[in-house]
């Protein structure tokens, strides 16, 4: 069974770096493509990052240039670093998974991601 569980977290004052990690087990088989979602209070869920079992990349246009997704295979570890932050990225940040059936299936827009983190809170100040 794949699980998630997300660490670095925590409170930064605009324009600071963090970077929050994912730890991953139940990868030694198949390939997955993980991404880091986050959600506000009322506002929905959102796509941060994603990164295919090729290591291609995706970024949300709101994070592009500033956030950079990457992941260790051989240490299962998928990881955000987050620079210039803005109060708007305030949010529980979320780790998920999915099995990567190649090409581009990592970065469909719907794509249904099964195995989620639980969440990590990141606070911007001002």
């Known amino acids: 069974q794949v699980q998630l569980v997300e660490s670095g977290g925590g409170s930064v004052q605009a324009g600071g770096s963090l970077t929050l990690s994912c730890a991953a087990s139940g990868f030694t088989s198949g390939r997955y493509c993980m991404g880091w979602f986050r959600q506000a209070p009322g506002k929905e869920r959102e796509g941060v990052a994603r990164?295919?079992?090729?290591?291609?990349?995706t970024y949300a246009e709101s994070v592009k240039g500033r956030f950079t997704i990457s992941k260790d295979n051989a240490k299962n570890l998928l990881t955000l670093e987050m620079n210039s932050l803005k109060p708007e990225d305030a949010a529980m940040y979320y780790c998920?998974?999915?099995?990567?059936?190649?090409?581009?299936?990592?970065?469909?827009?719907?794509?249904?991601?099964?195995?989620w983190g639980q969440g990590t809170q990141v606070t911007v100040s001002s």
């Open positions: 998920a998974a999915v099995f990567d059936w190649g090409g581009s299936y990592c970065f469909r827009q719907n794509r249904d991601f099964p195995y």
């Open positions: 990164v295919d079992r090729d290591g291609r990349t």
